[in-house]
């Protein structure tokens, strides 16, 4: 089931002409012909969640925007993807760029915002021109502007880059940024959906969430929610990569089994060079590690599935999140000691220094797998960070508190023997990497079928 | 004039009624004693501060009275304002109590520790938090931070690393003054106050910086290893001032005058902001008129029971766990010295354990 990426590979989808050709900007035309209140009435019969991590209904997010008199109202895409493992938002910009840029327009009309903003990842410089070029195009065709489709609805869309910083993705770093600042997450409340950008309602949506709204307006919101599983409603992007045999972008209508996900020629092809499973992350690199056996099976033994309900079975002790959808896939012979370090070594850089836990913790984390990973470990480390990542989880003003938390502490709860292992041998483990233990066995590996 | 709505609410099981509005920790300061949460960043006077630090986390076990679900995480008090019927739990919330540790832990291990040169010991807001919410050793095996010198004026000495990153003195200059010059550079665990591109802080408020320091991150060049502040006596003075209200609190030593700082109220907070006329360059007696002795109540450390009036923290024990705590051993029953009803400064000279004999016998 294809809706976003239906028309990705139609030769010059990324311009005007082919886009339109290929039932492009009929949304707008629908949603033109409604109410603002009646789009978002669509958006919430649809059932779309956020797609950007966290998973809340948009819906709901649409209509919890203050509407307060002679205050203007602003959506903001939010396009600072930065997650380590999650690259789908770039696939839709650089590829199907007025996608995005009409979900902008049904939105914006819906919200009642008349300056759009769309705060882009500083690495991402070339497809700002793809975007401003697409935003042209849009707009010497009526799509944007000055009283749209004779409307009486104006709406321009305009385009900020970020400078490189991770947590400007967290949505009040990311206003804070956007309004010229220093990008330091706000303490919430206020929230941005009362005082956002330049202290007007705000929202601020991921930018597959807001291409999702296409679709939503072309087939119906009723339609949209019959796709899927129960809440996760629609079709999901999820962005593949580590040793998997097809690395890339995949739309799943998340019905799918992550068995199959991984195993079947239809999307990853299964693992590379004939190597087994050993471990997954689910979604990005803020959520927990899975071993491959609780990431095929939950910890009731039931299959798990592609969908927020099913991957976040069994909580954080058994089970993961959806989240941004960077699926990350490690074989026999990956190490997730060092993993776990390179992604402290992140969170450590990317920690904005507002609160105390995160500032300092995320630094003395990244110290300690430091030392395990080179072989200078002891066995009391490893409790220590187990203790250090409490202290640091919930206890701060942004997720990104937590994101930092929840790797280190999936990996030492599902990957303590490894840990154990680096610390007791530690001129082996500069040498040769743990490999498969018992409890990442793959309880079942599909062999290989001509 | 319509009557601002009151609210009640019960932190650590004492109830007090606040206007709406009120933060809970504005609430708990209300009541006062231990059940009031330590603040690092958070500054009554400044807009904007606190939610930082993490160290006044508390947990709210029900939200109000028409939503009685408590809070799934644990809020900073600063910065969350209460609701009617709102239960707060502070020191009776075990959770509370664990995560500030871990703030303290982390707040200290780049710190460093140079307590014995640092001027703002004695009266460090750090000292009193580690002392009261730390545990005595570190399980920190790493290099402290450390940062490249950076001179900020002929006035006010920056220590990068005793800094923790309040963000109260990046406010303080923000507020006070009408350029912004002063703020925090980089990020994360690197991130550092710095001027604009190294230039020294050039304003007739900016003194008040070192006073907002909760740490000894910025100090005073002009009493720069100069005395201990424990052995320096607070008066209360005043001047006329063209620029400021005059008030101010002087640090002597006999007639010397050692230091100047604003007067603080009893969490540490600045009354009224002071020039840097009268701060850094009127450093003579004869300057000043004198009001008194200065009353002292947060720190324990520069008072040591010399003054006279000084004011004890209330004691809510008995309240907040709801009866009177059984004692294992009643110090004052066994001992001779160290008994309430003696006040050390009536006391001519060092006390001498007779002194308290003699008390006992009246």
């Known amino acids: 089931m294809k809706l976003l990426l239906e028309h990705a590979h139609v030769e010059g989808i990324r311009y005007y002409d082919a886009y339109r050709k290929n039932g492009g900007y009929r949304a707008v035309e629908k949603a033109f012909k409604m109410t603002p209140d009646e789009i978002v009435e669509e958006v919430k019969k649809s059932g779309l969640r956020g797609r950007g991590g966290a998973g809340f209904p948009t819906g709901m997010k649409w209509s919890f925007l203050a509407k307060p008199e002679g205050i203007p109202r602003h959506l903001v895409c939010n396009a600072d993807e930065s997650e380590p493992g999650t690259f789908k938002d770039r696939y839709l910009m650089e590829f199907i760029p007025h996608l995005l840029i009409e979900g902008l327009i049904v939105s914006s009309f819906a919200l009642g915002s008349n300056a759009t903003y769309i705060y882009i990842r500083g690495e991402y410089a070339w497809i700002v021109d793809i975007l401003e070029q697409a935003i042209t195009e849009a707009k010497n065709n009526g799509w944007l502007g000055k009283n749209i489709l004779n409307s009486g609805f104006d709406c321009e869309i305009y385009v900020q880059r970020g400078a490189g910083a991770y947590i400007c993705g967290e949505e009040t770093a990311l206003i804070e940024s956007l309004e010229g600042k220093r990008g330091n997450p706000r303490i919430k409340p206020p929230f941005p959906a009362i005082q956002g950008l330049w202290m007007r309602p705000t929202v601020v949506n991921n930018v597959e969430t807001l291409a999702a709204v296409v679709p939503i307006m072309n087939i119906g919101g009723e339609a949209y929610s019959k796709i899927g599983v129960g809440r996760s409603t629609g079709t999901k992007l999820l962005s593949v990569c580590g040793n998997v045999k097809k690395p890339g972008i995949y739309e799943i209508d998340m019905t799918q089994s992550v068995e199959e996900f991984i195993f079947s020629d239809e999307y990853c092809g299964g693992i590379a060079n004939g190597k087994k499973l050993k471990a997954c992350i689910p979604g990005g690199s803020s959520v927990p590690i899975l071993p491959a056996n609780l990431l095929l099976k939950t910890a009731k033994g039931e299959t798990r599935y592609m969908n927020y309900e099913s991957l976040s079975d069994g909580g954080f002790a058994t089970g993961s999140m959806m989240g941004s959808g ?98 007791l041998n530690p001129e082996e483990s500069q040498k040769r990497n743990f490999g498969l233990a018992h409890y990442a066995d793959p309880i079942h590996v599909p062999t290989e079928t001509a | 004039m319509s009557e601002q709505p009151k609210f009640k609410v019960t932190i650590d099981n004492i109830t007090v009624e606040v206007p709406a ?78 995560a500030r540790k871990g703030v303290v832990e982390m707040l200290l291990i780049n710190h460093p520790l140079d307590c014995p040169v640092c001027d703002q010991a004695g009266e460090c807001h750090l000292q009193d938090l580690s002392y009261e919410h730390g545990v005595a050793g570190t399980r920190y095996e790493f290099d402290r931070r450390t940062f490249e010198k950076e001179d900020i004026g002929d006035y006010i000495q920056l220590h990068m690393t005793r800094c923790i990153l309040c963000y109260r003195c990046v406010f303080t200059a923000d507020q006070l003054t009408n350029k912004r010059e002063h703020g925090i550079l980089e990020r994360g665990d690197h991130a550092e106050i710095s001027t604009l591109l190294g230039k020294s802080l050039d304003n007739e408020f900016i003194g008040n910086v070192i006073d907002v320091c909760p740490v000894g991150a910025l100090t005073d060049k002009t009493f720069r290893f100069k005395n201990r502040v424990w052995f320096t006596k607070p008066v209360d003075a005043h001047r006329d001032c063209p620029t400021c209200s005059g008030k101010v609190r002087l640090w002597m030593r006999g007639d010397e005058v050692f230091r100047v700082t604003a007067r603080k109220d009893k969490w540490g907070e600045v009354e009224e902001w002071i020039c840097n006329d009268c701060r850094f360059h009127k450093k003579e007696a004869k300057d000043w008129v004198i009001e008194g002795p200065s009353r002292i109540d947060r720190h324990s450390v520069i008072s040591q029971g010399h003054y006279v009036d000084t004011v004890k923290q209330p004691v809510y024990i008995d309240r907040v766990i709801g009866k009177n705590p059984k004692l294992l051993l009643d110090i004052h029953k066994v001992s001779d010295v160290n008994r309430p009803d003696v006040d050390l400064s009536k006391i001519e000279g060092p006390a001498h354990s007779d002194d308290f004999k003699k008390n006992k016998d009246n």
């Not at chain 1, 920690?351 to 995160?358: D, H, K, N, V």
């Not at chain 2, 807009?47 to 993490?54: A, D, L, N, V, W």
């Not at chain 2, 600063?78 to 109590?97: A, H, P, Y």
């Open chain 1, 326 to 423: 960077g699926f990350i896939v490690f074989d026999e012979d990956q190490c997730v000691v060092r993993h776990t370090m390179t992604l402290a070594r992140f969170y450590n850089h990317e920690s904005c220094g507002q609160c105390s836990p995160c500032r300092e913790g995320t630094g003395w984390m990244y110290k300690i797998l430091k030392n395990i990973e080179y072989g200078k470990g002891k066995m009391s480390d490893i409790d220590l960070l187990w203790d250090i990542q409490r202290k640091i989880e919930g206890n701060t003003i942004c997720p990104l508190g937590d994101a930092a938390a929840w790797p280190v502490a999936a990996a030492i709860r599902h990957f303590r023997d490894e840990f154990e292992w680096h610390v």
């Open chain 2, 21 to 98: 509005g009120t933060t809970i920790l504005n609430a708990a300061r209300m009541i006062g004693g231990d059940v009031t949460p330590p603040a690092m960043c958070y500054y009554s006077k400044l807009e904007g501060s606190g939610g930082k630090c993490r160290t006044c986390l508390v947990e709210v076990s029900k939200g109000s009275e028409k939503d009685p679900r408590p809070m799934p995480k644990l809020v900073a008090s600063c910065r969350t304002t209460v609701m009617d019927g709102m239960e707060v739990k502070n020191i009776t919330s075990d959770k509370v109590l664990d």
